[in-house]
């Protein structure tokens, strides 16, 4: 079942500047970047009520086609069973976009995308900020 959103993620050629651009949006500055602050892939951050996650990946990354034209971003849906989840929606006709991809070290991230059928894509991943959240709401 989905629970709620967990990361909107964006491309950028140019992630500093992009980070930089958000961070002035924002009024927050990012709080993680990989491989480092100064030459990020990605880099994150956490606001809003609920903090909210935005990524920014370096476009390189991108699993399809991005331009200077606008384009949407993948919305991650956090699910307890990330292959289950993923098996349920290829068995109600979705195709994947993206297999099951562990993000970061070991810190528990993964995500995987599908293609609904009529061309939606779909995130879903497991975050354990998410559950923190929800269990700071619940106690």
Same mark, same amino acid.
Request: aromatic share 14%; proline share 0%; with cysteine.
């Given at each position: 079942m989905m629970r709620g959103i967990a990361t909107v993620s964006?491309?950028? +050629? /140019?992630?500093? @500047? @992009?980070?930089s651009w958000y961070e002035e949006f924002l009024g927050v500055e990012a709080y993680y970047a990989m491989p480092s &602050?100064?030459?990020p892939a990605y880099v994150e951050? %956490?606001?809003?009520?609920?903090?909210?996650? *935005?990524? !920014? !990946?370096? &476009?390189r990354f991108a699993d399809h086609q991005v331009g200077p034209t606008p384009a949407?971003? !993948?919305?991650?849906?956090?699910? /307890?069973d990330l292959e289950t989840t993923l098996a349920r929606l290829i068995e109600l006709? +979705? =195709?994947? #976009?993206e297999e099951i991809?562990? %993000?970061?070290? #070991? =810190?528990?991230? %993964? =995500? +995987?995308?599908?293609v609904d059928p009529f061309g939606n894509l779909i995130g879903i991943m497991t975050n354990p900020h998410? *559950?923190? !959240? *929800? #269990?700071? *709401? #619940?106690t």
């Open positions: 964006f491309y950028a +050629a /140019d992630v500093k @500047a @992009a980070r &602050a100064d030459e951050f %956490r606001f809003g009520d609920f903090q909210c996650e *935005l990524g !920014i !990946i370096d &476009a949407g971003a !993948i919305v991650y849906w956090h699910v /307890d006709g +979705a =195709t994947v #976009n991809v562990e %993000r970061g070290n #070991n =810190t528990g991230f %993964r =995500t +995987a995308s599908v998410y *559950l923190q !959240i *929800l #269990n700071q *709401l #619940n």
